[in-house]
């Protein structure tokens, strides 16, 4: 079986209420996220997860509230002797915009994409404004985009699960590695959304759902079913993983 490593990037944050990651919980606080692109070293092919913010803040203040350093997506993939070109494959939890600003870049890759967030990125409900179809032009134009409908295997160890959390195309990704299954969430949300503070659990809630999801009542049951599957549970914007170079360790 291939395993692999996973090596978090911070390429760009967000400084927003934190309701808008836990749902009926924390509203008015406000809160500093990482937004990741991961490099998942191991087998044959150069594989990222998600492509970040084309122009990301650079601040000691961000920096301190997320515990890790900010980089550029090129500073980020040099440090494993990467340049974009060099990517084969980039897998998308979902396409708000903060997730796919540098997917241009990427000349050679394969885009694995679900066909939902195809379609409401192209057509847009006026209450979901990250989506950006700018941000996808030349990879579509280049016929770059390959589509998935449901869960699929893209390369042996790593997988992809419709999670519509969040989004209705969102996917996770399950990655084998030496320690067990790896899964990076397709919802944005935090470690706290799935272990929550006893206030939550005394209400008979095991876990949090996003503050922004498509339907609350599917994405706590989603939820259930990553954390039951997952050995290692990746957040999509866990502040822990940005001082982290390798996961596991």
Known sequence: MTVF???PMVIGTKVFD???MTYQHDYGKSFTIPIYCWYLEGGDKKILVDTGEMHPIKSDDRENAVGGKIVTFEEGLAK????PEDIDIVIHTHLHNDHCENDYKCVNAEF?????????????HPLDFRYLEDFIYEISENK???TVSGDCEIVPGIRV????AHTAGGLSVAIETTEGTAIITGFCCLLENFYPPKQITAMEMEVIPPGTHINVNEAYDIMLRIKEEADILLPLHEPKFASMESIPQ
Not at 80 to 83: A, F, I, Q, S, T
Not at 112 to 124: A, F, G, Q, S, T
Not at 161 to 164: I, K
Request: hydrophobic share 35%; aromatic share 6%; proline share 7%.
């Open 5 to 7: 490593t996973l090596h």
């Open 18 to 20: 934190k309701g808008m």
């Open 80 to 83: 494993w002797g990467l340049k």
């Open 112 to 124: 694995y994409v679900h066909e939902l967030e195809l379609k409401h990125i192209r057509d847009p």
């Open 144 to 146: 770059q985009i390959k």
């Open 161 to 164: 699960l419709h999670t519509p």
